[in-house]
């Protein structure tokens, strides 16, 4: 079955600190890939997508991602978290021939000063 | 408009009522989805607009949920004899034909 998973469901770090929060799916094929962040009582809000080509991609708010084909895994980096950045972080993969998203389970970032 | 808008922000109903919420997709979208957030299942798609297409229901989870979407608009998803387990955040997004999609703020449903 399709699947994604966010294996860390809670990650605390200090503010300044570098962040990784990990994605692995399970397809047939790679699909489209994609970051959403979501703060507390908002919709989700994309960060980046990948669709094909150069495997390591940019967003916005300083964050990029890198696509593994081998590893079947799209994680999530940034090199300086600021407190701002705290939220819940949803990595999501649609088929090439698809219509929907499916969601991993989240990860909750937590900042500390 | 300038983004996805969803109404009402907040719904508080009595089990068995019947409920609607709306969702108004940016101008110009051409696909709609409707997608449920709860704490027990995480998000789960729901339903698929796209165009004057046969929409894609493989997400509903039972037959007491339905979706219309009229003039390739404004969506409407309506649930009858409402659970507490239909308790969630409901999201709805747009997207134009497949590429990005741009989520609303949600439609938080309490059912009580």
């Known amino acids: 079955a399709q699947s994604v998973t966010q294996p860390d469901i809670h990650i605390t770090v200090s503010e300044g600190a570098s962040l990784e929060l990990r994605c692995n799916y399970s397809y047939g094929a790679t699909p489209y890939l994609f970051w959403y962040v979501q703060s507390p009582g908002q919709g989700l809000q994309l960060l980046l997508k990948y669709f094909s080509g150069d495997t390591l991609v940019q967003g916005i708010k300083g964050f990029e991602a890198e696509f593994k084909r081998s590893q079947s895994s799209f994680n999530l980096r940034k090199p300086s978290v600021h407190w701002s950045d705290a939220a819940e972080y949803f990595c999501?993969?649609?088929?090439?021939?698809?219509?929907?998203?499916?969601f991993g389970g989240g990860t909750r970032l937590m900042v500390k000063p | 408009g300038a983004g996805v808008s969803q109404s009402p922000s907040n719904k508080v109903t009595e089990k068995g009522k019947d409920v609607e919420l709306r969702c108004d997709p940016i101008?110009?979208?051409?696909?709609l989805y409707w997608y449920r957030q709860s704490l027990g299942q995480g998000l789960e798609f729901l339903i698929y607009f796209q165009g004057n297409s046969a929409p894609d229901k493989s997400g509903l989870p039972s037959d007491r949920f339905s979706a219309e979407r009229t003039g390739g608009s404004v969506s409407t998803l309506t649930i009858q004899r409402t659970q507490q387990e239909d308790s969630a955040v409901y999201l709805c997004?747009?997207?134009?034909?497949?590429?990005?999609?741009?989520f609303g703020p949600g439609t938080r449903l309490t059912v009580l």
């Open positions: 101008s110009g979208h051409t696909a």
């Open positions: 997004a747009s997207s134009f034909s497949g590429s990005q999609e741009f």
């Open positions: 999501a993969v649609r088929p090439k021939a698809g219509n929907m998203l499916t």
